[in-house]
Every structure is written in C-alpha cells, then in structure tokens.
C-alpha cells in the first residue's frame, strides 16, 4: 500500500464491476455448490413489520432487460429499527438481501414494510428500503430507494425526497400491485431513468 | 448537510459511463447523480461475521476431492480505512476463473476448461488487525466481446461490507506486470492512475512460502468517517 509519511493511505481502493460471472459465489441460489450469504426472503419468525412482496425489473437504456445484475436491499423493520445488534424485538431480522435478475430483468425480495426511520436534524424519513445495484457494464455500485405509495403525506417531508426534481420523484415510489405486493422498475438509463443518488 | 463519509475520496472511482468498456453504454445514468446526507440508512449496514464463514472457504484449493491445476498463490493483505485504521471483523467474498481462464458460471461459454477441483468462491473475515488471508489458484486471461480481440488481465473479484451502507466495495485484484492492463477498458475506466495502481498486488518473497505457494499483498482502502481524527500510531 502507498502510504504518506505518516501511514495514511493514498486514497480509497477505487471499484470496478461485478463483471457477469458473480452468481456462483454471491448469489448462488441452489444452482452451485456454494452455500449463499444472503437470499431474497428476509422475512423471519416475529419480525415487527407486515409481510410484502417487492419485485420488478431492471432495464437499460434502449428499454431491454438487464438480465445478468444482482440487487442488494437494506432496510429497517416494520418499527423503524435497523439490525445493528440494538433493540428488543428483531434480533433475527438482518434487514439485507440479495436478489440476481433473471429472464426479462426480474427480481422479487420477500421483506417487511419498513418504518420511518431518524432522519437529519431531528426530522423522519419516509419509510424506505435502500437499494445497490451491481451488473456487468455497472462500475460502480447503483444506489437508489424504493418508497411506498400509500406513504404520499409522509413523502411531502422526506428529506431526501425533498432534493429529487419533483418530476423524478415518482421514480422512486413503488406501485401496487395487490395486497402487500409492490412493483419496482429500475431504469438505468434513459428518458424514463431512475433517480440515482451520490452519497 | 450531514455528510459524515467525505466524499471527495470518491472520485478514486470511475465514472459510471466509461464508452470504451461498451457495456456502460446503456447501463449508467445520464442524469446527475443526487447527492444525498448520510443518514441512518446509510450509515448503519449488515454484519456479517465468522457465522457467514466455512472452514474451508478460505482455501479455494481444498474445496473438492482433488487439488486444481494451476499455480497455488496466496493472497493477503489488510483492509483499513482512508486514515489507516484497521476494519476487523469484516467479511470479504471472492471469486475469479480457473488457471484456464473459465469461469463455473454457467454463461461462461469460452472453450477453455472447467476443472471439477475448482469453484473459484471464497470468503473469510478480516483479523483484529483488518488482516485476511486466501489460498487460492492464479486465475488465466480470458476472452471477452467487448472489442475486437480483447481480453481480460487476469484478476480476482473481490466483494467487501466495511461497517455500514456507504462502505460496500466491489473491485478487481489484479496482478504485477500483467500486459493487458494497459489495453483493458475497464482497468482503465479509473481515470487517476495512482487509483489505478492500487489494484495492483504486489508479489511478495515474505507471503510466498517454499516450496508450496507464491505470495501476493494486496491492501484494501474503504472509505472512513470524517469525524475521526487521526491518531498518532504510537497512542495506542
């Protein structure tokens, strides 16, 4: 490692893509050997939240599925408390997954609603659930949020929504699709593209 | 607004759209990214530990009956923050091809062989110290369709969490001398070249044990908060 005269490091070890070939090791899904991490369903026995189904699909710029990405979420639970070891409650809810598109571009999570959550200043996040995206042709990890559409008060206040340009915000607020059943598209490109946030 | 990770150490990665790595094409944003703070959501992220991890997952040569074909190497180094400090307890995946240049994957389709003794997966968990350490085999270069006889240097992938949400890493290994980094789109989609060397591991006569298996160092950076000072390394 290159370090300053002091020790610090030159700087941050840059990324570069999943490339196509990641799902025998990261998402393996039954199809390989190896044992998987972290699967689609965070649903556990007790966990605070009422189950949802959230699936979609991922799309480049010409509109055709991106068959060969894989979604990481992150999330709270049904009460609004992330999985850091704190709380009474979800001590089983890990609050991560992980989802590879298949055919046409699809992924499905089965989760929990999440709750709203501490935002800056005291203020409350809509509930959310963060999402990175990884694919081949993708150098750096796709951060993005998926919002609820039955939360459209909560939304008006949400500081992060605030700094989306009101006419993208609608990418990011899931539709219904049933009960407790939800679609996201991912647009990664384009005139329909998802908002994409710098963190 | 609260942004407790600096973000100007982010502009050691590459941009989104790298037009000569032609994939990006259609798969970056072309509208400005959003700058958001760092809230709870981002500054908390999953744990996981040695639960995650199998005996043998850190010896990629010992995951079937037999041993794979190929050179053995081992592969360690220490991954710390952009201050120096070391992040333990952290859980690192690779994977990569075998000698040959192939991949399990079942897309991998490029007339090089499989090998039944290798999968090409591994994890373990980061030492006190931000150590960890891989016994694996040196992937080969392979073919790839992005451009008229291109082919990939040969690398490791390696995936890593570091404590929270704004700290997940994807990336590279690479390995010294390799010809092909200088005409491969995506090493070369990292526009600083200093950010670009530290892909680079670096043989190493201490790592390489006789007689057995040649030693590769490779540090790993995440990104560190803001709020914490540097500590003079004699203070502990």
Redesign the interface.
């Known amino acids: ?3 300053d005269a ?21 998402t ?1 899904g039954g ?5 998987v ?2 699967g689609d369903d965070l649903t556990v026995p007790g966990v605070a939240g009422e189950a949802v189904q959230v699936s979609g699909r991922v799309l ?3 509109g ?1 599925p ?1 068959a ?1 990405a894989f979604l ?1 979420i ?1 999330q ?1 639970d049904g009460a609004g408390r ?4 704190s709380g009474p409650g979800n001590t089983g809810f ?3 997954g992980r989802a590879e598109t298949r055919d046409e571009g699809r992924f499905a999570f089965r989760t929990v609603k999440p709750g709203p ?4 200043d005291g203020s409350a ?1 809509a509930p ?1 659930i ?1 999402i ?1 995206l ?9 951060y993005t ?1 998926i919002y609820f559409p039955e939360d459209a008060q909560a939304h008006g206040k949400d ?2 929504l605030a ?2 340009p009101a006419d ?1 915000r609608g990418t990011l607020i899931a539709r219904t699709a049933g009960p407790g059943a939800y679609t996201f598209d991912i647009v ?3 005139a329909d ?1 998802t ?5 | 607004m609260a942004l407790i990770y600096p973000v100007r150490s982010l502009a050691a990665h590459p941009p989104y759209l790298a037009p000569d790595y032609v994939s990006t094409r259609l798969r970056s944003p072309s509208r400005p990214l959003v700058i958001v703070p760092h809230t709870l959501s981002e500054l908390s992220g999953p744990a996981f530990g040695h639960d995650a991890v199998r005996e043998n997952h850190m010896d990629l040569t010992v995951q079937h009956a037999g041993e794979p074909l190929g050179e053995r190497i081992i592969v360690t180094g220490r991954v710390t923050d952009e201050d120096g400090r070391p992040i333990p307890d952290t859980l690192i995946e690779i994977w990569q091809a075998n000698a040959a240049g192939r991949y399990v994957h079942v897309s991998d389709q490029h007339p090089a062989p499989l090998d039944p003794n290798f999968t090409g997966a591994g994890r373990c968990v980061t030492g006190p110290d931000g150590s960890y350490r891989f016994v694996t085999i040196k992937p080969g270069a392979y073919p790839w369709r992005n451009h008229h006889n291109a082919w990939r240097p040969a690398h490791i992938h390696l995936s890593l969490f570091g404590p929270s949400f704004l700290t997940r890493l994807v990336t590279q290994m690479y390995f010294p001398g390799d010809p092909l980094l200088a005409i491969d789109p995506i090493y070369q989609s990292i526009p600083d070249e200093r950010a670009r060397q530290r892909l680079i591991s670096s043989f190493d006569i201490d790592t390489t044990m006789p007689e057995w298996a040649l030693g590769y160092r490779f540090d790993i950076v995440l990104r560190g908060r803001n709020e914490t000072p540097w500590e003079d390394p004699h203070d502990d």
């Open positions: 490692m290159m370090t002091r020790g610090k490091p030159d700087g941050i070890t840059p990324s570069q893509t999943v490339g196509p070939f990641f799902a025998y090791a990261l393996p199809r390989y050997a190896f044992e991490l972290a480049d710029g010409e055709k991106v060969d990481e992150w709270a992330y999985p850091d070891g890990r609050g991560f959550v501490a935002g800056p996040q959310h963060c990175g990884f694919a081949r042709g993708v150098l750096r990890r796709l949020r500081p992060v700094l989306v993208r990664l490109n384009g593209e908002v994409f946030f710098e963190a």
